[in-house]
């Protein structure tokens, strides 16, 4: 009996066993060394922020429009016989370029009524001054010392048919006129916004045929503060002339996947403040936007939205960064003199393609990031790349 139990126990001691003396093991083995590894500093591109005498960019937008936009109509009544594919919409036509045309037979018949009464009317005139020629010789034959009066050498006669005869060239212009008329032409030229006639149908005078738009030149009504006012030197109600043309503004603008640029100049500003906005509203102005003043082929279109910069005449001192400098609208990375990032808040002025310029965040000669950074934590330890700042 006691061998039994002495069996059953014996897996139970040797497992015990087994289990002491891994513990034991364990406790006896030194621990292992702790290596510290250092952070990996990033490396980022600086340029020193520099103060320099400065111009400030204006930068303001507006949307394009045409300087000249009117509704098409007739002055002559008549039916339509043509319409040039000139005159469809988005279509460019000249300037003197017949449009439409309409029946014109009853304006030629007009015509030549008018022109039979000029005719009939000289006779008259002829007639009338031969009568009278013939009456003043007769009455200084029989009183060769007394003047006769107007009714007895029948003047009144000739002056009626001298009216008679202003009358009927009146009405032979005015049928010319209206034959001309039947053609309908712009005296500019432009593009067509839309069509509202077809061959065949009549139309009355002031009928609305279609809107057109004139393209020697367009207009951008760019809005501006007071301080962007002073900034350019415009007063208010300016007008440009010769001697004063207005300060350049570049236009520019999103068109497929470039962005396009436009020279404009201002040509007048209001000379009232706009109630709703409290801002003063000036007027660029760019010729030939659909020929020589394109971009590359690309014309200034109406109802384009774009960005306007012009550049102040009055001189500022101020820091000039980088444009990659400037991160978030308004912050700058900086790396301070222990190599370390510090985030600033930065007060802009103006920016451009290739620089920014501020008023206050950071001073002279400071280090400010250009390079890109992931994950930007105030304070880090970063290693500084030189790089020299760009105008």
Excluded: C
Aim: zero cysteines; a negative charge; glycine letters at 6%.
């Amino acid at each position: 009996m006691k061998n039994k139990y002495l069996k059953a126990a014996a897996p139970v001691m040797v497992l015990a066993l087994g289990f002491a003396t891994v513990q034991f093991m364990s406790a006896a083995k030194p621990a292992p060394e702790k290596k510290e590894e250092e952070q990996r500093r990033v490396s980022l591109l600086y340029a020193e922020a520099r103060e320099d005498s400065v111009h400030l960019a204006v930068t303001t937008q507006g949307e394009v429009r045409p300087h000249t936009e009117i509704d098409l109509t007739p002055q002559v009544a008549g039916r339509i016989v043509s319409i040039s594919e000139s005159f469809a919409e988005g279509a460019g036509f000249e300037a003197g370029e017949t449009l439409i045309q309409l029946d014109d037979a009853d304006y030629r018949l007009a015509l030549a009524q008018a022109e039979a009464g000029v005719a009939q009317a000289e006779v008259l005139l002829l007639q009338a001054k031969a009568a009278a020629d013939v009456k003043r010789k007769q009455w200084l034959s029989i009183n060769p010392n007394k003047q006769p009066t107007p009714l007895q050498v029948n003047q009144p006669q000739v002056d009626e048919a001298e009216a008679r005869l202003r009358s009927a060239r009146a009405e032979l212009a005015d049928a010319k006129l209206d034959l001309a008329r039947t053609q309908i032409k712009l005296p500019f030229r432009g593009r067509v916004i839309g069509r509202d006639v077809g061959v065949g149908q009549y139309v009355t005078a002031n009928t609305p045929l279609g809107r057109v738009f004139a393209t020697d030149r367009v207009e951008v009504r760019l809005p501006l503060t007071d301080s962007q006012l002073q900034e350019l030197d415009l007063p208010m109600g300016f007008v440009s002339t010769a001697e004063n043309p207005g300060p350049t503004v570049t236009l520019s603008a999103q068109v497929g996947r470039e962005l396009r640029d436009w020279q404009g100049r201002i040509v007048r500003t209001q000379a009232a403040v706009d109630q709703q906005t409290r801002l003063i509203y000036a007027v660029a102005e760019v010729q030939d936007p659909y020929g020589k003043g394109a971009s590359d082929g690309v014309p200034l279109a109406v109802g384009l939205f774009v960005t306007a910069q012009a550049e102040g005449v009055q001189e500022h001192r101020a820091l000039v960064l980088p444009r990659n400098a400037l991160r978030n609208a308004d912050k700058v990375y900086v790396i301070n003199e222990e190599d370390r990032l510090d985030i600033r808040t930065v007060e802009v002025l103006s920016t451009s393609e290739h620089r920014v310029v501020v008023a206050s965040g950071v001073s002279d000669g400071e280090r400010v990031v250009t390079s890109t950074i992931a994950n930007p934590v105030d304070g880090m330890e970063v290693q500084p790349i030189t790089q020299l700042a760009q105008k």
